[in-house]
C-alpha cells in the first residue's frame, strides 16, 4: 500500500477538496486545500520562510477529525 484516502472535507459539494490521504511508504500526510492568498503567505512567512518547495493551504476547522485519522495512521492505528 501507499497511499491512503483518508477523508474529504464533509461540506465539500462536487469541489473534492480539501482532501487528506496518508502515504504509508513516505511516512508523510498528504492535504489537498485551498491555496492560500498572498496576504495570508505574507503573514505565515513573518514566523519564517515558505521555501520555493513548499507551500500554505488553506484547511476548514470541520476536518480536525480526519487529519486526527491521518495523525492516527502515521502512527499505526488501525484507520477506516
Same mark, same amino acid.
Given at each position: 500500500m501507499a497511499l491512503r484516502?483518508? @477523508?474529504i472535507d464533509p461540506n465539500t @459539494? %462536487? $469541489?473534492e477538496c480539501?482532501?487528506?490521504?496518508y502515504d504509508d511508504k #513516505? %511516512?508523510?500526510i498528504v492535504v489537498q @486545500?485551498? *491555496?492560500a492568498t498572498e496576504k495570508l503567505r #505574507? *503573514?505565515?512567512r513573518e514566523t519564517g520562510s515558505i521555501p520555493d518547495s513548499e507551500d500554505v493551504v488553506r484547511l476548514p476547522s470541520r476536518?480536525?477529525?480526519i487529519l486526527r485519522r491521518a495523525? $492516527? #495512521?502515521a502512527e499505526g492505528a488501525d484507520v477506516r
Open positions: 484516502f483518508i @477523508g @459539494g %462536487d $469541489d480539501p482532501t487528506v490521504w #513516505a %511516512d508523510e @486545500g485551498w *491555496k #505574507a *503573514k505565515c476536518m480536525v477529525p495523525c $492516527d #495512521a
